[in-house]
C-alpha cells in the first residue's frame, strides 16, 4: 500500500520561504516520478511541479518558475518542494501525488496535504 506523507507547511509572511517534504512508504520509490499540486480555498487543484525518477528532469507550472523547486533524495524516499519569495497567492494545500504531467489524471496516489498560508 503507497503512502505519502506531506509535512513542512505553515504560515510566513510574504518573500519568505518553506520547505515541503513528502516521504513516501510501500513502493519502490526511486522508480517513480512524483509531483505536487496544491488546492487554494474554492478553485481545483492544480499542478506546481514534477519530477522525473530517471536523470531527474524536472517540469513547473509557469507561476513558480524561478521561485519554486523540486527535488528528490531516492535514500531518504522523499520528495521536496523548495519554496522563496513566497506570495499571498501561494496560499493553498499543497499535496504530494505520484506520477509526472500536468494533469491530476496522470496521478494514481496522493497524500494529505499540508497547509501553506502566505501573509501579505
Known amino acids: 500500500q503507497v503512502q505519502l506523507v506531506e509535512s513542512g507547511g505553515g504560515l510566513v509572511q510574504a518573500g519568505g520561504s518553506l520547505k515541503l517534504s513528502c516521504v513516501a512508504s510501500g513502493l519502490a520509490f526511486s522508480s517513480y516520478d512524483m509531483g505536487w499540486f496544491r488546492q487554494a480555498p474554492g478553485k481545483e487543484r492544480a499542478f506546481v511541479a514534477a519530477?522525473?525518477?530517471?536523470?531527474?528532469?524536472?517540469i513547473m507550472t509557469d507561476s513558480v518558475k524561478g521561485r519554486f523547486t523540486i527535488s528528490r533524495d531516492d535514500a531518504k524516499n522523499t520528495v521536496y518542494l523548495q519554496m522563496n519569495n513566497l506570495k499571498p497567492e501561494d496560499t493553498a494545500v499543497y499535496y504530494c501525488?505520484?506520477?509526472?504531467?500536468?494533469?491530476?489524471?496522470?496521478?494514481?496516489?496522493w497524500g494529505q496535504g499540508t497547509q501553506v498560508t502566505v501573509s501579505s
Open positions: 501525488a505520484r506520477g509526472f504531467g500536468t494533469r491530476r489524471a496522470s496521478y494514481d496516489s
Open positions: 519530477i522525473l525518477s530517471t536523470g531527474g528532469s524536472t
